[in-house]
């Protein structure tokens, strides 16, 4: 298979601390990726290293068969956008001409600015809601406007693919799930591929179409959240006990966490035992 | 916000242009072409404004030709171009360090060409080569050095601040240690040269940096794409297309070569690099340091400055050190207040 992004044998290291260590991991096309894990567990570092924020060690990452580290800058900006965690803007720009700056890889020395980025900008403005806001200083929005002013820059780049570091960080539950159902709007509309890192299981299962489970550096379990996302895979990523039930309201997987106080006391993990959820599924490696 | 575009032809150049931006630079033109008109007639020998601009064309008496040919001219000429350089390269240094305070006195560029200097006027070996040629090579080996030693896989502009203040503090030490040894005649020469000056300027200071104003001005500009990805964070700069680490050794190529042969010509004239970006943007009304208008406002502090300086018989840095400083502290305590 060779369109689509996908990593093979991966190797990240800050310095000489190895982080990812022989990952393989392959993208679906226009669907929704989540990858989830404890703290520390190299989900941001596997993100940075598939849009090459990050120079892997060893291992490449591949986007429709071709090296992304061969590729030229430019080039991998006009498919592939990034939107790190928690960027900071200026103190005074406006939303407007950060959006703006989303369309330099479109642009050249020569025509540094035309009616088509003028198009994008407008229509990325729209599709998040921020029109109204657009002529706002960035750093005067609340913590939701100022995330969709960012995620308005990253659409304003119109890539096929759009990677996100943790886009709910630091925000209220009402701002991080309208963040992430402008992100699932933005996968349907254009059938973009959307890769992004979350913290929270629930929200992941509700969203993706394909969740990734790392640990250690590791890939341990992929697939459908229904499949992914059960009582065992909890315990073992996040070593954390609970029970597994259905979303009432979206069918999908709904972690309820054991703790010490005002639940029953935990019983052994070898007898938990989650009703409806399927056999885990193991990453093969 | 008014923004213009421009577009000409249908494959033709197109671009942005701030209506604001551009009256800001028209004014600060006119304000140092002005400034620049004034210093040739400033001097022992009385020739009023008309009478340099005609000898600027060699028009009129011919000692009022000599005099501002031999004279002002080399001294205006210094007083532009070190202040379009200082205030270019602040703005760089600035915007790519994401910090208003990453000024070159700052992060070791001006210290290193200090100490170079000084060493040569007290040690003796100024001899065959001059404060100004001593002033570059050591305002150069110095940035070479904070750029290696801020190296780590790559560079940030927060590695580049924190390295820059101490290579500045070792400078320092060294150049108030050669001041200590020095005799008093020594001393005295190196103190006006710490100060800056535009005072005896010759058509050799012109020279080197009017090139390198002419050179790297226009270098500068054309990366300056650049720079405005890399005000969001180098990750985000990188995802937008821009190769981080070559557009920052450019940038920094290019600030450091306008400081180096700025402070060549007119020695370390204070606080121009730091408070002209600040103005400039403030003037714009631009959340990142505007280049040319902070060149521009270089030029209009340095030459006004000189102008204010000279019936006192001050060398110009002593103006825009006081000027500048109040400045400084007003900066710090907003930024204090803002919590930044």
Known sequence: MTSGLRAENLRLAYEKRIVIDGVDLTIPSGKVTVIVGANACGKSTLLRGMSRLLTPDEGAVYLDGQSIHRMRTRDLARQLGILPQSPVAPEGMTVRELVGRGRSPHQTWWRQWSPDDGDAVGQALASTSMTDLADRPVDELSGGQRQRAWIAMALAQDTPFLLLDEPTTYLDLAHQIDVLDLIADLNLAAARTVVMVLHDLNQASRYADHVVAMKSGRVVAEGDPADVVTAELVHDVFGLRCEVITDPLSGTPLVVPFGRHKCPPTVPADSETTTHLPEKQRADR | ?340
């Open chain 2, 1 to 340: 916000m008014a923004v213009l575009t421009y577009r000409i032809g249908a494959r033709g150049p197109s671009g942005e242009i701030r209506p604001r931006v551009l009256a800001v630079c028209v004014a600060l033109a006119v304000v140092a072409f002005a400034a620049f008109c004034v210093e040739l007639t400033v001097g022992d020998y009385p020739i009023d404004v008309v009478d340099a601009a005609r000898a600027l064309f060699w028009y009129g008496d011919p000692t009022a030709v000599e005099i501002v040919y031999d004279l002002r001219l080399p001294r205006a000429l210094v007083g532009l171009f070190a202040g379009l350089a200082f205030g270019m390269a602040g703005a760089l240094f600035q915007t790519m360090a994401r910090n208003p305070l990453a000024s070159p006195e700052i992060i070791g560029v001006t210290e290193g060409a200090n100490t170079a200097a000084v060493a040569g006027i007290v040690l003796g070996f100024g001899g065959t080569l001059s404060a100004s040629s001593l002033a570059l090579f050591g305002g150069l080996v110095s940035a070479v050095a904070v750029y290696l030693l801020a190296w780590r896989q790559g560079t940030t502009g927060y590695r580049i601040v924190l390295v820059g203040i101490g290579v500045a503090a070792l400078f320092t030490s060294t150049t108030n240690y050669l001041l200590q040894r020095a005799d008093l005649f020594q001393a005295q020469r190196a103190v006006v040269w710490l100060t800056g000056s535009l005072n005896l300027r010759e058509w050799r200071h012109v020279a080197p940096v009017a090139v390198a104003v002419l050179v790297l001005v226009p270098l500068a500009l054309l990366m300056s794409r650049w720079l405005s990805a890399l005000t969001l964070g180098d990750d985000t700069a990188r995802g937008l297309g821009v190769p981080v680490q070559k557009a920052r050794l450019g940038l920094m190529l290019s600030g450091v070569g306008l400081v180096a042969f700025a402070t060549a010509a007119a020695g370390p004239v204070a606080f121009v690099s730091l408070v002209a970006p600040q103005i400039a943007l403030r003037l714009a009304r631009r959340p990142t340091p505007p280049l040319l208008t902070s060149a521009l406002t270089g030029a209009v502090i340095v030459l006004v400055g000189d102008l204010m300086a000279r019936p006192f018989g001050l060398p110009v840095g002593i103006v825009t050190g006081a000027v500048g400083a109040p400045y400084l502290l007003w900066l710090l305590a907003r930024a204090n207040r803002v919590g930044a």
